[in-house]
């Protein structure tokens, strides 16, 4: 495959920085993250804690492993992020009974009273992407098949 790759010619204009996909993800990755942060400012989380929110909001307490899988972080990354949201007081973390090795996280009652405030978040951020919800869907759908091409 690579030498079918290396055959082709590119043109020079393509090969400059701001033509490159790469980049266009990249630095689209850090707008999103400027943009999230004033909103997410005014419910007190940062970008990494709000994707946990998400997950948990949506599937209720799962063990830390299962957390970093569907996030795509290490323990590393993780751990530390887990337990702002623990002092925080919108997570809890404890042992599980049939296995010690696992923890399983859960929200609080304060951390559960959060997630009302998704609807303002992401009407906050579409307002910002400047696209309808169809758009957004379509826009999501190419990067998730672009993920998975690239994880192939």
């Known amino acids: 495959m690579m030498d079918k790759v290396q055959e082709r010619a590119i043109p020079d204009d393509e090969k400059r920085l701001e033509r490159q996909l790469c ?14 942060k004033p909103i997410l400012d005014r419910v007190g989380l940062t970008y990494p804690q709000y994707l946990v929110m998400l997950v948990l909001w949506e599937k209720g307490c799962m063990p830390v492993k299962t957390i970093g899988e569907q996030l795509d972080l290490d323990s590393g990354t993780l751990s530390p992020l ?7 007081g919108l997570i809890g973390r404890m042992r599980d009974p049939k296995d010690e090795r696992q923890v399983i996280v859960s929200l609080t009652e304060k951390g559960a009273g959060m997630k009302c405030q998704v609807n303002m978040i992401m009407a906050a951020i579409g307002e910002a992407v400047g696209c309808d919800m169809d758009e957004m869907a379509s826009l999501r759908d190419r990067l998730q098949r672009l993920r998975a091409n690239l994880t192939a």
């Open 23 to 36: 980049f266009a993800v990249y630095a689209t990755a850090h707008a999103f993250n400027r943009a999230y």
């Open 82 to 88: 887990l337990k702002r949201l623990e002092q925080a």
